[in-house]
């Protein structure tokens, strides 16, 4: 075993973020472009693995904004304008070029492991330093002043001094557990099998710029997805709430996706990574913020991987953020609950509604018999779809339970 030596702090910096995945690095990006001094600490060592791989149209406004656009244009990614949905026999695509709102109509499918590392080498070009393998097990927080404790895999372990903390650590959920924030989500506990393979999918099969997500021909609780990449291959997953059969991991996975046509498309793919497997990731927490402190991304809340909306979610609360600790460094008030964690929440909740309609198949029936896109209301819904769910001028988004009940009736 491996004690820790504690050593005394020497580093001081206006912000300290806990994570470098995308709510992370955007925040660090913003923040360097203001003249603020940036650490993160980051646990693992990059380029490093994450689940994520298909952003929205929305994603790409606020890459724009903060400069980190090109670096990821230039990376090749797989181009991606739209969603195919599939139910046995049915089939239906949205194109997000047919949407409601102005910006990007068209998005990538990412290797998370490259697409992540881009934003973070982009924010340490801008002068954030980066540290990464290192573990935060630690916080006090208050205003102006926060302390975090983070440990090495070789048992060091150091001080970071900031004014403000901003805890961007995704599933690691860093001060929600040492703060005792967490409470259940309302959603149910759902599990989700992935890999990622070669996919050798024959031409004609898939549109590769559209992550195809097909529903269980006779069970609304299970969904899959296929994102094409760019080098052929594929992020593959299957989401359900019941192992009915109780069969072990990999015959499940396989056993579900042979229900559906994906087990034809993919009948020549080959693994390129083990299966992987994520339950109960819906969470919340009873506070975005508190003094000295913010949370970004997944740290706060996690929905439901079905619309892609989680690293939307992420870079919208980054973008929320860093205005609010701009203030309160330049010693203004700043208002988190009105200024951040409302206007946050509203498009979390659009996504909610989404989400709720989808597991209760009124979405799924949507998605798959919606009229022409020339209709008002299925551009309204693209433009969900796309990520502008903080979009104030969309009645979807000001009323969605009611839209989406009309749009049900219409395609009923
Ligand atoms: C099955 C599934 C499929 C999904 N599919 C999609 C999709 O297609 N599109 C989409 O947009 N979203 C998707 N998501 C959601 C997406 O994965 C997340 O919303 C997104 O990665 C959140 O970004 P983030 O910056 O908040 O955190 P992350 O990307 O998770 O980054 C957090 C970082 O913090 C680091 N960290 C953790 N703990 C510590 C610690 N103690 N100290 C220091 N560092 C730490 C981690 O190593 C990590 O690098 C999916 C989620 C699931 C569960």
Not at 81 to 94: D, L, P, Q, V, Y
Not at 146 to 175: N, P
Not at 356 to 376: A, F, K
Request: include cysteine; glycine fraction near 8%; aromatic fraction near 8%.
């Amino acid at each position: 075993m491996t004690i820790g030596v504690e050593v005394p702090s020497n580093t001081s910096f206006d912000v300290a973020i806990i994570g470098a995945g995308p709510s992370g690095s955007l925040a660090a990006k913003l923040l360097r472009d203001n003249n603020v001094s940036v650490i993160i600490l980051e646990g693992a060592e990059f380029p490093r693995f994450s689940i994520g791989e298909s952003l929205l149209p929305n994603c790409l406004n606020m890459l724009e904004k903060a400069g980190l656009l090109p670096s990821v244009i230039e990376a090749g990614f797989q181009y991606k304008n739209g969603a195919t949905f599939e139910r046995a026999e049915e089939r239906s695509s949205i194109d997000f070029r047919d949407n409601f709102d102005e910006g990007w109509g068209t998005a990538y499918q990412v290797q998370r492991a490259d697409f992540d590392k881009i934003l973070a080498d982009n924010a340490s070009k801008a002068g954030a330093e980066i540290n990464y393998g290192r573990f935060v097990t630690k916080a006090e927080l208050g205003k102006g002043a926060c302390i975090l404790t983070h440990k090495g895999k070789d048992g060091t372990v150091e001080t970071v001094t900031s004014k403000f903390a901003l805890d961007a650590s995704g599933y690691g959920r860093v001060l929600p557990k040492l703060l005792d924030l967490e409470t259940p989500s309302n959603l149910p506990e759902r599990s989700a099998l992935f890999t990622h393979v070669q996919d050798n999918i024959e031409a004609g099969d898939i549109d590769r710029n559209k992550i195809l997500i097909t529903v269980h021909p006779n069970r609304k609780d299970v969904w899959y997805w296929l994102i094409p990449f760019s080098n052929g291959t594929s992020s593959v997953g299957v989401v359900y709430e019941k192992n009915e059969e109780n069969l072990n991991e990999d015959d499940l996975f396989d056993a579900l996706i042979n229900q559906t046509r994906l087990g034809k498309i993919l009948s020549n793919a080959e693994r390129t990574r083990p299966l992987g497997k994520m339950s109960g990731y819906s969470c919340n927490v009873s506070s975005l913020h508190g003094p000295g402190f913010a949370l970004l991304g997944n740290a706060a809340e996690f929905l439901d991987p079905v619309f892609s909306s989680g690293v939307t979610i992420a870079m919208k609360s980054a973008e929320l953020a860093v205005p609010q600790i701009l203030r309160e460094l330049n010693g203004e008030e700043a208002d988190w609950q009105n200024d951040f964690s409302i206007p946050l929440k509203q498009g979390v909740d659009v996504f909610r509604v989404f989400v709720e309609s989808w597991y209760q198949g009124g979405l799924q029936n949507i998605v798959l018999h919606h009229p022409e896109t020339e209709n008002d209301l299925t551009k309204m819904m693209v433009s969900i779809l796309s990520g502008y769910a903080w979009s104030e001028h969309s009645p979807l988004v000001q009323k969605p339970k009611r839209i989406l009940r009309l749009l049900e009736e219409l395609c009923a």
